[in-house]
């Protein structure tokens, strides 16, 4: 065999092992798709129940005799608060089925109806007083997590008893049950009852979380790159500062929900399960992201600019925060929405400082008690009710979502304001 020959097979052999590499590559690739496709899949077929809320429409009698009230009386707050709303659901219920007689059909058919309708015909009834009269009020009410977990699913669970089934064919042969956007989901916050939960107060706890956590680690993360990258002399001390930032980088999350625990709880004194003592833990995992982004955005400026700079008479300062650093501002500002991203999706930090706890009402500040979508997450995928099952898949679709739309920023910060040189 001559040597044209030999360099023949060797290149076929190359060649072929070029191409088993390539074909490797892309069963990786499409392997990854795959399964992320299956995930996402199967949270959206689970989070789907979850956008949509089951309804019972029902007649509330609202005469002054049903209600026991007098002709004179006063229609005070006090007074309206007072009324047996529960009693009036009640009613309407027995009067939708006058067949059902039996004590145990009734508390079926009283278990029907969501425990939150009182509270809303409650509201009702008090904002608007003159809804009291003999006409009957015409209101849809929430049915509970079982029926409406049936009625959507059409699965039968030993939570939903037979005559209970029989009761909502009724309602829908008479046009007395559907299904409706769940506005609940979004405007209401954590409860015991699936069908009256939603994520209204791990949002605003999230957005005063990540409001602290940006006022913190952006301008002391974009400072310290600053100084490291222009400003610090080249010595041993720099040199360990700069290896335990990317050591810092490493750590993992939990650590820094013991370092606040320790410090900012237990030295400091700062309330538990608040947004403020949840930035503060957030900045501390942040800051280390931020400082080697901004520091990379840094170096990316070539250096004529500044020696152009320093050329026409600049001073080192004037050179960075004129030139230097306006240049490098879309690699930093891309650098701090990943660490943003970063900080929104964790959870460990945050369950050691208390933001776990049942959190009921709406954050308004930095102090006040409140929860996050992460944690959100965590707590509905423990509650043994299988309505929670669809919330739980349902507040993951909107973390993602926001998680895709900052990634989405940061691509376009980048492309947008990218330059080269």
Do not use: C
Request: cysteine-free; charged content about 20%.
């Amino acid at each position: 065999m001559n040597n044209t020959e030999t360099v023949k097979n060797s290149l076929k052999k190359r060649y072929a092992r070029e191409k088993r590499f390539q074909l490797y590559g892309r069963m990786a690739v499409w392997t990854g798709f795959i399964f992320l496709a299956i995930l996402l899949f199967d949270i959206i077929t689970k989070a789907t129940p979850a956008f949509q809320a089951t309804e019972i429409f029902l007649d509330i009698p609202l005469d002054p005799v049903t209600l026991e009230l007098q002709a004179d009386t006063q229609l005070d707050e006090e007074t309206l608060r007072a009324i047996d709303y529960a009693g009036l659901i009640k009613k309407s219920l027995r009067q939708a089925f006058p067949e059902v007689k039996k004590r145990k059909d009734k508390k079926l058919l009283y278990k029907l109806v969501s425990s939150g309708a009182e509270f809303k015909l409650r509201d009702m009834v008090i904002n608007n007083p003159q809804l009291i009269g003999n006409k009957p009020l015409s209101l849809w009410v929430l049915a509970d997590d079982d029926v409406d977990t049936f009625y959507k699913l059409e699965t039968v669970t030993s939570r939903i008893k037979e005559q209970q089934i029989g009761f909502i064919d009724k309602l829908k042969q008479d046009d007395r049950i559907r299904t409706s956007f769940n506005t609940t989901f979004f405007t209401h916050s954590d409860s015991r009852e699936p069908e009256q939960a939603g994520i209204r107060g791990a949002l605003m706890g999230s957005f005063w979380t990540l409001l602290v956590t940006l006022l913190i680690s952006l301008p002391v993360g974009i400072a310290a790159a600053v100084y490291l990258e222009e400003f610090a002399p080249q010595n041993k001390f720099t040199d360990f500062i700069e290896i335990n930032i990317n050591n810092l980088a490493a750590v993992p999350s939990i650590v820094f929900g013991l370092l606040g625990l320790a410090v900012f709880i237990n030295f400091f004194g700062i309330p538990r399960s608040a947004p403020l003592i949840g930035g503060l833990v957030l900045s501390l995992m942040t800051l280390p992201t931020i400082i080697i982004s901004s520091r990379a955005a840094l170096k990316s400026v070539p250096p004529s600019i500044k020696e152009a700079a320093l050329g026409l008479g600049a001073s080192h300062m004037q050179t960075v925060f004129h030139h230097v650093l306006p240049l490098a501002m879309p690699g930093i500002l891309t650098g701090a929405i990943i660490g943003m991203a970063q900080a929104l999706g964790e959870t460990a930090p945050l369950l050691m400082i208390g933001m776990v706890a049942f959190i009921v009402d709406v954050p308004g500040g930095f102090l006040d008690s409140a929860t996050v979508l992460p944690v959100q997450i965590y707590l509905w995928s423990d509650s043994p009710e299988r309505a929670f099952t669809a919330l739980t898949a349902a507040t993951i679709l909107v973390l993602l979502g926001f998680l895709a739309v900052m990634n989405a920023i940061a691509i376009y910060l980048r492309k947008h304001f990218e330059r080269r040189w």
